[in-house]
């Protein structure tokens, strides 16, 4: 049995309408089946703009996130041989890792000229790939593998993948990635394997095509930089046909999954205040972000660790579009201000509440505006549509009526283009969540809040079993109260029935 067959067993039931996994499609996701990692024992969960974790602590909703932090880091254009830098421009390195085959380097250019004339049509296309290119692909994932194992560990932050998995029942966890083909098209399954021989199997049927938007934008000005490239199979234009695959050609294929993603992780307020003190040190304590970077124990998970260095880093002036600013209004009541101390170069973060001339150190604000805080300084600096953004438990320090308001704001990021996948342990974000999409089916003009239709929302209840012994992950239909199945109903029915026997009249004397 190969990885994919043992993989692809979490998600045997799972049933995509033809063309729902459409790239032109804002609502297209992708399909993961996981199971025996960490404390899951069998996951299946459909990646969609605004997808949520609920369930009782310890049953898997942070690691099924960091896993999806982890495949994100690795699957998007930072393993290529090219780096993006911080101002957007692109550095190319000048030897490929490994040599391209001169076949598949000619037939990338030829899939670039096939791309150019069917996003000349105002209808697009549908391009099909070749043989040499699905198999570079193939060849490719299969020859990093170990960088893939060493980004999963540097996420979790353990020295050897077997710690993830879940001890129980095997020595190995297993994902499976499907995403359905579209007309003709046939649906893609890549599959991997954690803990026993790591590595991303890659299944591109053949027959297998991509599909073209009438003048599609494509990172770095790829189309332009390629047409300048002699047609000859040398180092650089090798690196820029990985540039063209990698831009253009695997999107369609891993979806979300392959677009750029940052993680908040939980316990921010914590972070915030310890940040102007100890970041440099815990940074230069930890693996460096690059994936297939040599692992050492770290001191701090990875995706601790990219959050303080993206902290280090964040800064300049507001852009015009600024996703920040109504979280900013709505709920801190104020602004979140950055310098930088003139010595030591550090961000340094403040708070001005509305009508306020002065600003307060974040460390004096309250716990709920640190908590908030890296949120709008992400969404201002960091994230963009077309982007992730992963946002542990954000109901941390915040009264019910603001976490609410948290969840509407949320809905209002994801409509102007950003993914973003929640956990959560409140009762009112998943009310609030139901709000959101019952909205939807309203006329507009009728609609007090933001709106999302029903598949534009995913939200999955993380269920602890003892057979077998783990969470079993599954989602939570939307009923005509909204999402009943989350278990808060049964905490609140059982404090209720606590209280009527606490105050029923007793018999005999007190």
Not at 68 to 88: E, K, M, T
Not at 91 to 110: C, F, G, H, K, L
Not at 227 to 239: D, I, K, T
Not at 393 to 412: I, K, N, T, W
């Amino acid at each position: 049995m190969t990885v994919l067959d043992e993989a692809s067993t979490g998600l045997d039931t799972l049933e995509v309408a033809p063309g729902q996994m459409d790239r032109s499609n804002p609502s297209a996701s992708m399909e993961l089946g996981v199971t025996d990692f960490g404390p899951i024992a069998r996951a299946k969960i459909d990646l969609r703009p605004l997808t949520v974790f609920v369930g009782p602590s310890n049953t898997g909703k942070s690691y099924l996130a960091m896993l999806i932090y982890a495949l994100q880091r690795y699957l998007s254009v930072r393993q290529f041989p090219f780096r993006v830098n911080a101002d957007g421009s692109l550095t190319i390195s000048s030897q490929s890792p490994r040599m391209m085959p001169d076949d598949a380097v000619n037939a990338t250019y030829e899939l670039m000229r096939a791309v150019e004339e069917a996003s000349a049509s105002p209808a697009g296309g549908r391009v099909p790939l070749s043989d040499a290119v699905s198999e570079a692909l193939r060849s490719e994932f299969a020859a990093r593998a170990d960088l893939l194992a060493d980004e999963i560990k540097r996420c979790f932050g353990v020295a050897d993948a077997r710690a993830l998995v879940r001890r129980a029942r095997k020595t190995s966890a297993h994902v499976a990635i499907r995403r359905a083909g579209a007309g003709d098209d046939p649906a893609l399954e890549h599959a991997l394997a954690i803990g026993r021989s790591p590595g991303l199997e890659v299944a591109i049927p053949a027959g297998a095509s991509i599909p073209v938007d009438h003048e599609p934008e494509t990172p770095f000005g790829a189309f332009d930089m390629l047409r300048s490239l002699p047609e000859q199979a040398s180092g650089l234009s090798r690196n820029m046909a990985w540039l063209f695959l990698a831009s253009v050609v695997l999107p369609p294929y891993f979806g979300p999954l392959g677009w750029p993603a940052y993680y908040l992780p939980a316990d921010r307020t914590g972070l915030m205040h310890a940040h102007s003190l100890v970041v440099g040190g815990l940074i230069a304590s930890t693996p460096s972000t690059t994936v297939g970077s040599e692992v050492r124990p770290p001191m701090l998970s990875g995706v601790v660790a990219d959050f303080l260095e993206q902290l280090l880093e964040i800064g300049g002036p507001a852009p015009e579009s600024d996703l920040a600013r109504p979280i900013e209004d709505a709920i801190l009541r104020g602004s979140v201000r950055i310098d930088r101390a003139s010595t030591t170069k550090y961000a340094r973060f403040s708070y001005r509440p509305h009508g306020w001339r002065e600003d307060l150190a974040l460390t004096n604000a309250s716990s709920m505006v640190a908590e908030v805080a890296p949120v709008v300084m992400y969404l201002r600096h960091l994230v963009s549509p077309g982007n992730v953004l992963i946002v542990e438990e954000p109901e941390s320090h915040m009264h019910p009526a603001m976490q609410v308001e948290f969840m509407r704001q949320l809905a209002v990021v994801v409509k102007a283009g950003v993914r973003v996948i929640v956990t959560t342990h409140s009762e009112w974000m998943t009310e609030e969540l139901g709000n959101i999409v019952r909205r939807s089916t309203r006329p507009e003009n009728g609609r007090e809040g933001p709106a999302l239709d029903a598949e534009q929302v995913g939200a999955w209840l993380f269920e602890p079993k003892t057979r077998p012994r783990g969470s079993i992950v599954k989602e939570i239909p939307l009923d005509e109260y909204g999402y009943s199945g989350t278990g808060f109903d049964e905490v609140a029915s059982a404090l209720h029935n606590d209280w009527g026997n606490a105050t029923s009249p007793t018999e005999g004397p007190l």
